[in-house]
């Protein structure tokens, strides 16, 4: 990018405040058990981009719908880009997020790629913060509870002609109060080989957080609910047998156990969503003595490490849902039991650290967490 060469004004926000807030009660029952992005609080940060303007207009106002005319771009051609991070209410009382700046320059990433204007890291944060500290009593204070902002930024430009991108773009932020995102406590999960449909290709969108990549994955996952999984895994879409991600989530294979575990994630071969938690892990594993590799694992090696006994745990990562376990593994050609099915205590450390040092019950040594209020 970007069209507009002359130095940018500085991005600022106009404060509109709600005057009807969801009342003190009403918010305390909806925080006892908010689900996964049900719920969303009383304010968003809304800025527009034009090729004439720039950024202008940035805005925070009450939650609430939006406008669209029936010929706005995104609604026709999939111009969308997203973010996924949390706030956390630790506990000594403060509210921080976890590497915010890291999901600032995935969105740039992600929006050169689909053609869209790159917002400035400063402005994005500065949107987290304005939100989060309006909304601070949405924040919830039970464990493992968090507030999920979601950061967006789609096509607006009114317009059906295909030949270029889109004039006009407007970038949102929005936040919904969480729990853990798999209902029901922390389990293994059973996963689904999808050995058809792919999610994303070299040279594709798979390394963007593109909206689309989500919408063309529906059909893999309702597969593996098909077939009784919790989830779908996908495959390289070349040979179709090289593990990438799960869902939306990015994977781990321990090898060995005890002092001797050491880990493996698939390398981001283009494909891939590059995770911050993924990234996070990667830095936190060594720390913690476990030795980590990227590399690449066929499902023939998958099963037959699990067979072998050579691996003996997996999990997969995100933001949304932490570090989920994988307990079972099925395909075409079979079921195979990863460990004996249940979490496992690499697993578990990992799992435990990460949130430790989000929720500020661990030292933060790699200096991840930015802290609001
Ligand atoms: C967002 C996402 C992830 C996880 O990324 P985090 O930054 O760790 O939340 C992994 N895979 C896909 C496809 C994703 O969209």
Redo the contacts with the bound molecule.
């Keep these: 990018m970007n069209a507009n060469a002359s130095p940018a004004p500085a991005i600022t926000f106009e404060l509109h405040p709600s005057e009807q807030r969801v009342p003190d009660g009403v918010r305390a029952s909806l925080l006892e058990s908010p689900g996964f992005g049900q719920v969303f609080t009383d304010h968003m940060v809304s800025l527009k981009w034009s090729a004439e303007r720039g950024w202008h207009d940035g805005k925070l106002e009450p939650y609430g719908p939006i406008v669209l005319d029936p010929a706005t771009a995104v609604l026709h051609y999939g111009q969308e880009i997203f973010e996924?991070l949390k706030a956390y209410r630790q506990e000594a009382g403060q509210i921080v997020t976890f590497r915010p700046f890291a999901?600032a320059a995935?969105f740039r990433r992600s929006a050169v790629r689909m053609a869209m204007p790159e917002l400035p890291d400063e402005a994005f944060v500065q949107a987290i913060e304005l939100l989060v500290a309006h909304d601070k009593d949405w924040v919830p204070a039970s464990p493992e509870q968090s507030l999920y902002l979601r950061p967006f930024m789609f096509a607006t430009t009114r317009a059906l002609g295909v030949g270029r991108p889109a004039s006009s773009y407007l970038f949102l932020l929005i936040a919904s109060p969480v729990g853990g995102v798999f209902s029901g406590g922390l389990r293994a999960v059973s996963v689904w080989l999808e050995r058809e449909y792919t999610?994303a290709a070299r040279g594709g969108t798979g390394e963007a957080?593109a909206g689309g990549?989500y919408g063309a994955a529906f059909a893999g996952q309702q597969r593996a609910v098909d077939h009784g999984c919790d989830q779908v895994v996908w495959l390289d879409a070349t040979e179709h047998r090289w593990v990438e991600?799960m869902g939306?989530?990015?994977l781990f294979f321990v090898r060995g156990s005890g002092p001797a575990a050491r880990l493996m994630t698939p390398a981001l071969t283009g494909s891939l969503?590059p995770?911050?938690?993924?990234d996070s892990l990667l830095t936190l594993a060594p720390d913690l003595g476990y030795p980590v590799t990227e590399g690449a694992i066929s499902v023939e090696e998958w099963r037959a490490g699990c067979e072998s006994g050579e691996i003996t745990e997996v999990f997969a990562?995100?933001?949304?849902a932490v570090i989920t376990p994988v307990g079972e593994v099925r395909g075409d050609d079979g079921a195979w039991a990863v460990g004996d099915g249940t979490p496992g205590p690499v697993t578990m450390r990992l799992r435990e650290e990460l949130l430790g040092i989000q929720f500020g019950r661990r030292p933060d040594p790699h200096g991840w967490v930015h802290k609001i209020l």
Excluded: D, F, Q, S
């Design positions: 996924g999901n995935r999610r957080k990549n991600e939306g989530m990015n969503l995770g911050i938690t993924r990562c995100g933001t949304a």
